[in-house]
Structures are given as C-alpha cells and as structure tokens.
C-alpha cells in the first residue's frame, strides 16, 4: 500500500513539473510577442502626436464653440430639470398635519393620558367628509334633483378635494336622481384638507366662532335574526364635529375660474374622529391642530 502511495507521489509531481514547464515557456514566448507591438504603437503615437499638432489651432476654435453650446443646452436642460424636481417635491411632500399628529400630539397624549400606553390607542382623524346637499346648498330648492343639476357642484368637490365626487342617491327610485354631491377624505388627504380649513377658509367666514363639542356617532344597528335578542350596545369611539362653509368660492382652487362656479353656494363637512373615549378628547385633539372650541 505504501509503495503505491510512493509511486502515485512521483507521477504526480513529474506531472506537475512538466506542466510548469510547459507554461513558463508559454510566458516567455507571448512576452516576447507583446513587445512588438508596444514599439510599433509608440512609434506611431509619437507620428501622429506630430501631424495633431498642426491641426490643433483649428479643432481647439471648434471644441470651444461645441462647449459654448453645450453649456448653454446644459443650463436649460438643468432648469428644467429644477423646475421639475420642485413640482415632484411639492406634489410628494408629506402632510405637515400627519407630521404635527405623529410628532406632537400623540407624544402629548400619551403623556398626559396615562390611560394610553400605545400609540394605536390614541384618537385619530377618520375622515373629513365634504358635501353638497341639493334642497339646502343648492339654489334648486329641491330634496332630490336629476344628477345632471349638480354636475357642476361634483366639479366644484373635485376641484377642492382633489378626488372625483360621489352622488348622494339614498332613497331614491330612479338612478338618474340624487340628493346631492359628496368626497370621503382619509388619511393624509383629509388632514390636508383640515389644515385649508383652518387656515384658509374658516378665518375669512364671518359667521365662524368656534367648533362645538363632538358628538357621539352611533353605528349603524347591526341584523340580529328573529327570536334572538338585540346585543348590548358597546361605548362608542367615534364623535364628530359638523360646520357649515357659507361661501364655498374662499377656496383658492376655484378662483381661476371663478364665473364658472358661481352658482355653487355652500357645503357642509364633517369632521369623524375615532378611538375617542369620551367627547371632550376628541374635541380637544381637534384643537390641537388650531381649531378654537366653543363652550358647552
């Protein structure tokens, strides 16, 4: 066994020592090989070096005048592109209303409730709802009208809301009636819309004091089959705040066309704030974001 492990050691390093070999002149050979051409390409670097010296004059006047030109398409191509990137920033920028909520009111919440030790325990905004109600906003004068009557109010709640509007057909018999025009925001898009509220609309209405005390919302009673009793109802969460907007043209996204929508008269918004336990909180985190509250 261990004389042909021996043998099997010789083979094996004969083996190798001839492949070495074999590749140190294969080195040799292709060194030899690659030098000429490095002399023969120095040679006619340095001929070419000569005749680029006679032509240089008349290509450094054009290169200069390509640069010239670059630049100049360079500088408005990065205008553009500025101007651009402020309208990307502009559209994507975070709501500042969600920043102040996560940031200032639910560290302030927590620390003054002891009550919640979580962050998903604290009141939130659940929706902001605009709505435009046929017989009381419109100048129609009617419970329910043909939907093509308040195209132009639909618009008006597009326009400000940023989001198609939604007829308003309870209770009605035929599809082509409605009651009115209504937007549904959640989200970052209703504390957006909180924020041109408070800053923008309701200082310039004359008759805006304060918000009142939320009020309770009741859901909705649930189907109990026949012959079981009704469940007890639990506490609910949710309050909300109604206010009146009286003149729905002080919003800056309808003064561009102003004759357009001068029919449109008023709405009225809902303000829905859930995991509330009582009233007075949810009032009180609407207040945080600068909405004055009027007494009991």
Known sequence: FFLMLSLIRQQVQKSLLHDLSHLKQGLSACSIHCEIPLINQGASC?????????????????SHSDAHS???TQGSSSATSSAEEADTQAAFRPSRFLQLQQQVLQREMMLKMGSMRRWQELPYLKSLTLTI???SDTRLGADATEKKNLMLHALAL?????????????????????????????????????EKLIYLILPNQMSFEGIPVAQPVKPPPKKVPKGKPQPEEAPTKLFAVDLRIDNILLF?????NFELFEPVRSMQVRVSVDQAPSAEIASLYLAGFGLPLLGR
């Open 46 to 62: 340095k001929s070419f070096s000569a005749q680029a010296g006679q032509a240089q004059p008349q290509e450094s006047e054009a």
């Open 70 to 72: 670059s630049n100049t």
């Open 133 to 135: 109600d046929s017989q």
């Open 158 to 194: 597009e326009h400000i809301a940023g989001q198609p509007a939604a007829f308003i057909t309870h209770n009605q018999r035929s599809m082509h009636m409605a009651s009115g025009v209504q937007v549904v925001l959640t989200g970052a898009k209703g504390l957006d819309m909180l």
């Open 252 to 256: 800056p996204d309808l003064e561009k």
